[in-house]
T-cell receptor, first 113, second 109 residues
Framework: GAGVSQSPSNKVTEKGKDVELRCDPISGHTALYWYRQSLGQGLEFLIY????????KSGLPSDRFSAERTGGSVSTLTIQRTQQEDSAVYLCASSLAGDFRLHFGPGTRLTVT | AQRVTQPEKLLSVFKGAPVELKCNYS??????LFWYVQYSRQRLQLLLR??SRESIKGFTADLNKGETSFHLKKPFAQEEDSAMYYC???????????FGQGTILTVHP
C-alpha cells in the first residue's frame, strides 16, 4: 500500500511569510509525528498526535509553529512569519497505536531566504 | 525528561572492520530503545529495536541499563552500511519517540 506522503517536497519562501506543510499518513495509523531534521541538530521532535488524545506539543520551538490533524488522518504543520533558522527538512511519520515502528515520509525541504 | 546522546557525529571505518555506533540515554524508567537508519536518497526507516533482540543486516544492539547505553555493533562493516544512524528512545507505550543527533557512518572500500 501507499506509504506516508508529504507535500510539497521542496518549499522556498521569503522571511516573514507563512508556510503550510502537509502530511498524509498511512491509512489506519492513529499515531502521527512531526520532526525537524537539520545539520547539527539531528532529528528534533516537534509534535505528536495519538488518536483523539490531546497532542503532545512539547517540541514546538515557538508559538509561530502550530499543527493540526483533521479527522484523525491528514496533518498540516503551519509556520507563521518564517525565519531563516526555520530552514530544515520537516519529516512526518505515522504508526499504529503503541507501535514505535515509525513509517517516515520523504520530507519537505524548507528554505527561508 | 528523556534524552538520547550520540557522541559521534561522524564515524569512518574500512570495509571488513568492526564498527560500533555509540548511544547513551537518560530516562528514569524502563525505556524502549531503537535504531533507525537513513541510506542515501531513502527514507528514514527502523533498523532494530531492543525488545526484539534481533540481528538485522548483521547489526546487533544490547541494552545496558547499568551504563544506560544501547550501542549498535557489527563485526564486519560493508560499504552498503554507509548511512546516517539514529538512536531513539520511548519511555511509555503511547508517548513520543525521542531521537539522538545521529551518526554518519562511512565505510571505505
Amino acid at each position: 500500500g501507499a506509504g506516508v506522503s508529504q507535500s510539497p517536497s521542496n518549499k522556498v519562501t521569503e522571511k516573514g511569510k507563512d508556510v503550510e506543510l502537509r502530511c498524509d499518513p498511512i491509512s489506519g495509523h492513529t499515531a502521527l509525528y512531526w520532526y525537524r531534521q537539520s545539520l547539527g541538530q539531528g532529528l528534533e521532535f516537534l509534535i505528536y498526535f495519538q488518536g483523539n488524545s490531546a497532542p503532545d506539543k512539547s517540541g514546538l520551538p515557538s508559538d509561530r509553529f502550530s499543527a493540526e490533524r483533521t479527522g484523525g488522518s491528514v496533518s498540516t504543520l503551519t509556520i507563521q512569519r518564517t525565519q531563516q533558522e526555520d530552514s530544515a527538512v520537516y519529516l512526518c511519520a505515522s504508526s499504529l497505536a503503541g507501535d514505535f515502528r515509525l513509517h517516515f515520509g520523504p520530507g519537505t525541504r524548507l528554505t527561508v531566504t | 525528561a528523556q534524552r538520547v546522546t550520540q557522541p559521534e557525529k561522524l564515524l569512518s571505518v574500512f570495509k571488513g572492520a568492526p564498527v560500533e555506533l555509540k548511544c547513551n540515554y537518560s530516562y528514569s524508567g524502563s525505556p524502549e530503545l531503537f535504531w533507525y537508519v537513513q541510506y542515501s536518497r531513502q527514507r528514514l526507516q527502523l533498523l532494530l529495536r531492543h525488545i526484539s533482540r534481533e540481528s538485522i543486516k548483521g547489526f546487533t544492539a544490547d541494552l545496558n541499563k547499568g551504563e544506560t547505553s544501547f550501542h549498535l555493533k557489527k563485526p564486519f562493516a560493508q560499504e552498503e552500511d554507509s548511512a546516517m544512524y539514529y538512536c531513539a528512545l520511548s519511555g511509555t507505550s503511547y508517548g513520543k519517540l525521542t531521537f539522538g543527533q545521529g551518526t554518519i557512518l562511512t565505510v571505505h572500500p
